[in-house]
C-alpha cells in the first residue's frame, strides 16, 4: 500500500518539494495548515507529516514549534531543502512585461534585490503555490509568482529567471512526523534526539539542567524557549542534541536534566540528515 504523506500549502509548495525529496514514493496530500496536516496523520489520513520548522534567513517557524510538543505526533526524520526561487509567468509572458508579482510573505524580501532591480511590485500573497495555481487559471498578462520551479511545472506556467532569491544559503529545515516514534535505527552520520522539558522552580535551574550536556560531551545544536500558558516567564524549553538516548553519554545527561526538570518529553530520534 503507497503510504501518504501531509504538507501545508498547494502542490507545488517547499513542502511538497521536501515531500518529493525525502519521501519520493509516498503520495504528497496538501492541507490547508499545519494543524490540518498534523490532524491528517492523527486520523490515519496520512501516514506521515512534512513540518518546516526553521529557516536559515528567517529562524524558527513559530507555528509549527508551538504545535510539535502536544500534537501527539512523533518526529521520525529530517529534511532540508534548497529555497531556490523562480519568477513564474503565463505562457507567453516576458520578463518585460511584469509589473507584480504575488508571493508568501516570507518569500518577497528574499528576492528584494530583483525585484528592485526590474522595478516589479512585491504583492502578498497566502500561499505562493496557491498563488500559482491561480495565476494559471487567470492568466495576467502583467502579474507573475515567485515560487519554486515545481510549482511552475505543475500549474503550466513558464519560468522567466530562476535562483532570484538573495541569499544563496537559504534552506528550510523539515521534520517528518508520525504516529509511532522509532528508536531502532543508528544513522550514518549519526542520531538526533529532540525534546522539550520545563525546569523546576529554583535558582540557576536552566544553568544545571544544561550542566549535565557539557559534563558528558552532548552537542546541543539548539534551545528554545516557550511561553507557556501566556506567562511571560519561560519555564518550557524545545531542545535537538546529537546522539541518541540509549548512548551512555546521552543517557547520563538526559538523567541529570530530570533532576532539575519537572517535566521531560522526547519528541522523536532520528538520523542525522545528510545536509546537517
Known sequence: MTQRI????????????????????AEPVPC????????????????????????STYGRVADNH?????????????????????????KGVALSDIKSVRAHPVLLPQSAKFLKANNIEAISAADSAGAAAELALAGSKDEGVLASELAADIHGLTVLASDIEDHGHNTTRFLIMGREPDTSRRGELGMMTTFVFEVRNIPAALYKAMGGFATNGVNMTKLESYMVDGNFTATRFYSDIDGHPEDAN????MEELDYFTSYIKVLGTYPADRQR
Not at 490547508?32 to 529557516?55: R, T
Not at 504545535?67 to 503565463?90: K, N, T, W, Y
Request: overall charge negative; aromatic content about 8%; proline content about 4%.
Open 66 to 90: 508551538r504545535l510539535l510538543p502536544d500534537c501527539g505526533l512523533f518526529i521520525v526524520d529530517e529534511a532540508f531543502v534548497r529555497v531556490r526561487i523562480a519568477l513564474m509567468a503565463a
Open 6 to 25: 501531509a504538507f501545508q500549502g498547494e502542490l507545488g509548495a517547499y513542502s511538497h518539494e521536501a515531500c518529493m525529496s525525502a519521501r519520493p514514493d
Open 250 to 253: 546521552v543517557k547520563l545527561a
Open 32 to 55: 490547508a495548515s499545519f494543524e490540518a496536516a498534523i490532524e491528517a496523520v492523527q486520523n490515519g489520513v496520512a501516514d506521515y507529516a512534512m513540518l518546516p520548522v526553521e529557516n
